[in-house]
């Protein structure tokens, strides 16, 4: 903070990536790779992702761990809670908090295919604003008897001096939820796990800038005010596109599927992604969006280079002093 009068910085527009936990040490190594490379744009957060019925637990953390260790950027944890019991989530939770993460994207998860609405498969949380409240409540939560009485007062339990939440981030849909009823509910569920707690949500990827701006704008009449991130990912194959149309259920843009179908050079279909994401990035930058999530798939080089098109990867590489010098 010892700005020269009169010399503006930038704005800084915050960034921020999601990454996957990898299956493999070789992944697992290459994934240290990127982390690397993310973290020289000084992003506000990385986030990693979780998969539905904890099966990524161990691996989630250890990605998280890296982060904290190696990195100074600030490590998300995504949870889920479908299929979990109220204990296991406090479990969860408290796991995570004394690994020293603090912020949490709350998810409520998909249960497993053809388990659809059964009460088991659902589990305890029936929605992610319940695991929003319960993020922030375990720390009011006792200990096991026994676990943490203090020495020579009978009956007293300590609470344990574990870190707080921070940020607790939610999901949200600005080309809806493959099961909501309308756009109206899309707002209601957002509102409600604001209410629950959340100070931050993060959209599903779309591809439409008005999408996002007309849900935000949605979502404000409604009574949201917590700052919604854009969801955007960079997409440089044509079979990528069309996977991610069946794992959202937001249909891929027509132009961008065609562009990539008949430009034959890998090279120039890399491009066109980038391009795209870019081109989506700055309008709804210009349309008031407070930073941007951008969805990696666990490879630096595509993220980094829709930064690079929208002036943002030099500008948090080079942040400081020796900019302001510069620029004086
Ligand atoms: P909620 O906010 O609780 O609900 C979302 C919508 O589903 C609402 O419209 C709600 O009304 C509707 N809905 C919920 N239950 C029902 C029901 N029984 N019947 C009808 N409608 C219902 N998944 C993972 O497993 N791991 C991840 O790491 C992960 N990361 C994600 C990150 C982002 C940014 C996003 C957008 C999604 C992510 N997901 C992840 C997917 C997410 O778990 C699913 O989209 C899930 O279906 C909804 O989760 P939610 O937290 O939005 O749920």
């Not at 992944?27 to 973290?39: E, F, P, V």
């Amino acid at each position: 903070g010892t700005e020269p009068d009169g010399v503006a910085a930038r704005p800084r527009v915050p960034i921020s990536f999601e990454l996957f936990p990898p299956r493999t040490d070789a992944a697992a190594i290459a994934l240290g790779r990127t982390i690397d490379r993310l973290a020289e744009v000084d992003p506000a957060f990385i986030s990693v992702t979780f998969g539905a019925g904890g099966s990524s637990r161990d691996r989630s953390l250890t990605v998280l761990r890296y982060m904290l260790e190696h990195t100074s950027v600030e490590p998300m944890a995504h949870l889920t809670c479908v299929g979990s019991s109220h204990a296991e989530a406090n479990r969860l939770v408290r796991e995570f908090l004394d690994a020293g993460i603090t912020s949490f994207l709350a998810l409520r998860g998909d249960p497993p295919a053809g388990a659809a609405d059964a009460e088991d498969a659902i589990g305890d949380l029936h929605s992610a604003a319940e695991l929003v409240q319960l993020i922030h409540r375990v720390q009011e939560e006792r200990e096991p008897f026994g676990q943490s009485r203090i020495p020579g007062m009978p009956g007293v339990t300590a609470i344990r001096d574990r870190p707080r939440p921070e940020r607790v981030a939610v999901a949200a849909f600005p080309s809806g939820h493959p099961r909501s009823r309308g756009s109206n509910q899309d707002v209601d569920v957002l509102l409600a796990k604001e209410v629950a707690g959340a100070n931050l949500a993060i959209t599903q990827l779309f591809w439409h800038a008005d999408d996002y701006l007309a849900f935000v704008q949605r979502a404000r009449a409604g009574g949201v005010t917590i700052p919604i991130l854009p969801g955007i990912m960079p997409v440089t194959t044509l079979s990528r596109l069309a996977r991610l149309e069946q794992l959202t259920g937001v249909p891929a843009p027509a132009g961008l599927a065609i562009d990539l179908e008949i430009e034959p050079d890998a090279d120039a279909q890399f491009e066109l992604g980038v391009a795209y994401a870019a081109d989506l990035a700055a309008v709804v930058l210009a349309g008031g969006a407070p930073g941007l999530h951008l969805y990696t798939f666990n490879r630096h080089e595509a993220v980094l280079a829709v930064l690079d098109r929208l002036g943002l990867a030099t500008a948090h590489a080079h942040a400081g002093t020796e900019r302001n010098t510069r620029e004086r």
